[in-house]
Protein backbone atom coordinates (compact mmCIF):
# COMPACT_ATOMS: atom_id res chain seq x y z
CA UNK A 1 0.00 0.00 0.00
CA UNK A 2 1.47 3.55 -0.74
CA UNK A 3 1.48 6.16 1.20
CA UNK A 4 0.30 9.74 0.43
CA UNK A 5 3.70 11.02 -0.35
CA UNK A 6 4.17 7.98 -2.74
CA UNK A 7 1.34 8.90 -4.34
CA UNK A 8 2.68 12.65 -4.75
CA UNK A 9 5.93 10.83 -5.76
CA UNK A 10 4.15 9.11 -8.64
CA UNK A 11 2.00 11.53 -9.82
CA UNK A 12 4.57 14.63 -10.46
CA UNK A 13 7.96 13.08 -9.82
CA UNK A 14 8.93 12.75 -13.45
CA UNK A 15 7.02 16.35 -14.38
CA UNK A 16 9.38 18.46 -12.05
CA UNK A 17 11.58 21.14 -13.52
CA UNK A 18 14.71 21.53 -13.24
CA UNK A 19 15.72 18.41 -11.39
CA UNK A 20 17.13 16.09 -13.82
CA UNK A 21 16.99 12.02 -13.65
CA UNK A 22 20.12 10.40 -12.89
CA UNK A 23 21.68 6.64 -12.00
CA UNK A 24 22.42 7.18 -8.10
CA UNK A 25 24.51 4.21 -6.68
CA UNK A 26 23.20 3.30 -3.61
CA UNK A 27 24.44 1.19 -0.64
CA UNK A 28 21.95 -0.77 0.80
CA UNK A 29 23.06 -2.87 4.17
CA UNK A 30 22.44 -6.26 5.92
CA UNK A 31 21.80 -8.16 2.44
CA UNK A 32 18.92 -6.23 1.23
CA UNK A 33 18.97 -5.49 -2.26
CA UNK A 34 16.26 -7.89 -3.50
CA UNK A 35 14.14 -6.43 -1.11
CA UNK A 36 14.55 -3.07 -2.08
CA UNK A 37 14.54 -3.86 -5.64
CA UNK A 38 11.45 -5.17 -5.44
CA UNK A 39 9.86 -2.53 -3.77
CA UNK A 40 11.66 -0.27 -6.40
CA UNK A 41 9.80 -1.93 -9.08
CA UNK A 42 6.74 -2.35 -7.28
CA UNK A 43 6.99 1.81 -7.22
CA UNK A 44 7.92 1.41 -11.05
CA UNK A 45 11.18 3.49 -10.25
CA UNK A 46 14.06 2.36 -12.92
CA UNK A 47 16.73 0.26 -11.64
CA UNK A 48 19.30 -2.14 -11.40
CA UNK A 49 20.28 -4.65 -9.45
CA UNK A 50 23.66 -6.96 -10.93
CA UNK A 51 23.22 -10.24 -10.66
CA UNK A 52 25.44 -13.82 -11.01
CA UNK A 53 25.16 -17.50 -10.77
CA UNK A 54 26.99 -18.65 -7.07
CA UNK A 55 27.23 -22.05 -5.78
CA UNK A 56 25.52 -23.01 -2.68
CA UNK A 57 25.78 -25.94 -0.17
CA UNK A 58 28.80 -27.03 -1.91
CA UNK A 59 29.81 -29.18 0.76
CA UNK A 60 26.54 -30.71 1.15
CA UNK A 61 24.85 -33.94 -1.13
CA UNK A 62 22.82 -30.84 -2.85
CA UNK A 63 24.88 -28.26 -3.85
CA UNK A 64 23.22 -25.47 -6.76
CA UNK A 65 23.60 -22.42 -8.24
CA UNK A 66 21.48 -20.08 -6.89
CA UNK A 67 21.07 -15.81 -8.88
CA UNK A 68 22.45 -13.51 -5.90
CA UNK A 69 23.53 -10.15 -6.05
CA UNK A 70 27.03 -9.92 -8.13
CA UNK A 71 27.95 -6.96 -5.79
CA UNK A 72 26.88 -7.05 -2.44
CA UNK A 73 25.24 -4.47 -0.64
CA UNK A 74 24.76 -1.99 -4.31
CA UNK A 75 21.55 -1.39 -5.94
CA UNK A 76 21.60 1.51 -9.16
CA UNK A 77 18.18 3.45 -8.72
CA UNK A 78 17.32 5.83 -11.60
CA UNK A 79 15.50 8.99 -10.70
CA UNK A 80 15.36 12.45 -9.86
CA UNK A 81 17.33 13.22 -6.32
CA UNK A 82 14.25 14.88 -4.71
CA UNK A 83 12.00 11.92 -5.89
CA UNK A 84 14.54 9.04 -3.94
CA UNK A 85 15.25 11.71 -1.11
CA UNK A 86 11.33 11.46 -0.83
CA UNK A 87 10.69 7.63 -0.74
CA UNK A 88 13.75 7.44 1.42
CA UNK A 89 12.15 9.19 4.06
CA UNK A 90 8.44 8.12 3.55
CA UNK A 91 9.14 4.21 2.70
CA UNK A 92 9.90 1.76 5.33
CA UNK A 93 11.50 -0.78 2.88
CA UNK A 94 13.60 1.90 1.07
CA UNK A 95 14.82 3.46 4.17
CA UNK A 96 18.17 1.00 4.31
CA UNK A 97 19.40 3.00 1.24
CA UNK A 98 22.17 5.46 1.09
CA UNK A 99 23.73 7.50 -1.36
CA UNK A 100 26.98 6.95 -1.89
CA UNK A 101 29.77 9.73 -1.85
CA UNK A 102 32.52 11.88 -3.93
CA UNK A 103 34.83 12.75 -1.25
CA UNK A 104 37.48 13.57 -3.74
CA UNK A 105 35.31 16.67 -4.81
CA UNK A 106 36.89 19.71 -4.50
CA UNK A 107 34.17 21.34 -2.10
CA UNK A 108 33.63 18.59 -0.09
CA UNK A 109 31.43 15.03 -0.25
CA UNK A 110 29.16 15.39 -3.28
CA UNK A 111 26.16 12.68 -4.02
CA UNK A 112 27.92 10.04 -7.10
CA UNK A 113 26.17 9.60 -10.10
CA UNK A 114 26.15 8.25 -13.41
CA UNK A 115 25.50 9.22 -16.45
CA UNK A 116 22.76 7.31 -18.72
CA UNK A 117 25.32 6.39 -21.12
CA UNK A 118 27.77 5.04 -19.21
CA UNK A 119 25.28 3.76 -17.10
CA UNK A 120 24.18 1.52 -20.55
CA UNK A 121 27.36 0.22 -21.20
CA UNK A 122 28.05 -1.21 -17.78
CA UNK A 123 24.49 -2.78 -17.93
CA UNK A 124 25.34 -4.20 -21.04
CA UNK A 125 27.94 -6.08 -19.96
CA UNK A 126 26.81 -6.72 -15.92
CA UNK A 127 23.60 -7.67 -17.14
CA UNK A 128 25.10 -11.00 -18.07
CA UNK A 129 24.37 -13.72 -14.78
CA UNK A 130 26.64 -16.38 -17.08
CA UNK A 131 30.60 -16.97 -16.68
CA UNK A 132 31.17 -14.14 -19.72
CA UNK A 133 31.51 -11.59 -17.13
CA UNK A 134 33.77 -11.38 -14.12
CA UNK A 135 32.88 -8.58 -11.37
CA UNK A 136 35.74 -7.74 -9.82
CA UNK A 137 37.09 -5.46 -6.60
CA UNK A 138 40.16 -3.23 -6.28
CA UNK A 139 42.67 -5.88 -5.67
CA UNK A 140 41.81 -7.52 -8.99
CA UNK A 141 42.69 -4.86 -11.33
CA UNK A 142 46.58 -5.27 -11.81
CA UNK A 143 48.76 -2.56 -13.62
CA UNK A 144 47.91 1.16 -15.08
CA UNK A 145 45.06 1.70 -17.43
CA UNK A 146 45.51 0.42 -20.41
CA UNK A 147 43.90 0.90 -24.12
CA UNK A 148 40.47 2.07 -24.44
CA UNK A 149 38.65 -0.01 -26.89
CA UNK A 150 35.33 -0.89 -28.81
CA UNK A 151 33.82 -4.40 -29.00
CA UNK A 152 33.36 -4.57 -32.93
CA UNK A 153 31.03 -7.80 -32.59
CA UNK A 154 29.38 -10.68 -31.19
CA UNK A 155 27.27 -10.22 -28.18
CA UNK A 156 29.11 -7.28 -26.74
CA UNK A 157 29.04 -5.16 -29.49
CA UNK A 158 29.38 -1.63 -28.83
CA UNK A 159 30.42 -2.23 -25.46
CA UNK A 160 33.46 0.36 -24.54
CA UNK A 161 35.87 -0.40 -22.14
CA UNK A 162 39.44 -0.31 -21.34
CA UNK A 163 42.06 -3.18 -21.10
CA UNK A 164 43.26 -4.20 -17.96
CA UNK A 165 45.17 -7.61 -16.48
CA UNK A 166 42.99 -9.86 -14.81
CA UNK A 167 43.84 -12.83 -13.10
CA UNK A 168 46.62 -12.78 -15.22
CA UNK A 169 44.98 -12.40 -18.50
CA UNK A 170 44.36 -8.95 -20.49
CA UNK A 171 40.23 -8.44 -20.53
CA UNK A 172 37.97 -5.35 -21.34
CA UNK A 173 36.84 -4.02 -18.00
CA UNK A 174 34.23 -1.33 -17.79
CA UNK A 175 34.56 0.90 -15.30
CA UNK A 176 32.26 3.22 -13.07
CA UNK A 177 35.15 4.92 -10.84
CA UNK A 178 35.04 4.57 -7.53
CA UNK A 179 31.80 2.08 -7.66
CA UNK A 180 32.16 -1.07 -9.52
CA UNK A 181 33.77 -2.84 -12.28
CA UNK A 182 32.96 -5.86 -14.43
CA UNK A 183 34.87 -8.04 -16.98
CA UNK A 184 34.35 -9.56 -20.52
CA UNK A 185 35.69 -12.91 -19.73
CA UNK A 186 36.80 -13.34 -22.77
CA UNK A 187 37.30 -10.66 -26.33
CA UNK A 188 39.35 -11.96 -29.32
CA UNK A 189 41.73 -9.14 -30.45
CA UNK A 190 40.59 -8.93 -33.75
CA UNK A 191 37.07 -7.61 -32.58
CA UNK A 192 38.47 -4.90 -30.43
CA UNK A 193 39.03 -0.93 -32.17
CA UNK A 194 40.82 1.37 -29.91
CA UNK A 195 39.08 4.37 -29.36
CA UNK A 196 40.28 8.05 -28.76
CA UNK A 197 40.13 9.19 -24.90
CA UNK A 198 38.03 11.77 -26.05
Not at 80 to 99: A, C, D, F, G
Not at 114 to 125: G, L, S, W
Not at 187 to 192: E, G, K, N
Request: hydrophobic residues 40%.
Amino acid sequence: MTTNTEDEVMRHGTMMCGDPKFWFPMRVTYARERKVKDELDRLKIENFLPMKYKVVDADTSHPHKELVPAINNLVFVRHTQKVISMLKSSNEVLKPLRYMMDQTAGDGPVVMTVADKQMENFMRVASKTDDSVLFLDDKSIVGKEGKRVMVMDGVFKGVKGVIRRVMHCKRVVVELEGIASVAIAYVPVALLKEQDIS
